[in-house]
């Protein structure tokens, strides 16, 4: 099943299934071939008067704790049916004003082979503690290259999912 039909399918299980005072709004849902990603976004805390970025940002901390903490168990739970159900991982997150942050998330190896001038590369930033280890300093790299590209990746996914829909609608294409 494709990674935009698994998503469908995902989004809508969810949509009946999460309590509806959790989020504001629809969660984001995101997967890939090993995990699916749920990051809701719950109420900034109402703060008096001007407040500073480093108050803000304590504050939106304490009020993502709290949302953890209160559901916890009712997570694991839907987590482990929806486990069930899709065979992936599933991993949680939440965004308060500014702040983003991923409670779990599947760390995959991935299998990689690299010449030397690319291991030299991971070896520098290793050797500048920029990285604890090659396989950090790669995790460091694709997410430089994903930061820096964004605008070039989505064009390619959306490339990819026109792809997915033409290949749907060809002649082998069986009815439902």
């Known amino acids: 099943m494709s990674t935009s039909v698994e998503g469908e399918r995902v989004r809508g299980w969810l949509a009946g ?20 990603l749920i990051v809701g976004t719950i109420p900034a805390p109402q703060l008096e008067g001007d407040v500073s970025a480093s108050t803000r940002s304590a504050a939106e901390d304490g009020r993502i704790r709290q949302f953890r ?3 916890r168990e009712r997570r694991i739970e839907i987590a482990q049916e929806l486990e069930h159900g899709a065979r992936r991982k599933v991993a949680w997150g939440v965004r308060c004003g ?27 930033l290793v050797d500048a503690g920029v990285a604890r280890s090659r396989s950090d300093a790669l995790g460091w790299c694709v997410k430089l290259v994903a930061q820096h590209s964004e605008t070039w990746l989505a064009d390619l996914r959306e490339a990819m999912a026109k792809v997915q829909d033409v290949r749907r609608a060809g002649p082998d294409a069986t009815e439902s």
């Open 17 to 36: 299934r999460l309590p509806a005072d959790w989020f504001e709004g629809e969660p984001e849902v995101t997967i890939d071939r090993d995990e699916i």
């Open 69 to 71: 903490e209160d559901t």
């Open 98 to 124: 500014e702040t983003r942050t991923i409670f779990t998330s599947l760390s995959a190896p991935v299998m990689t082979r690299l010449r030397q001038p690319e291991r030299q590369v991971l070896d520098t």
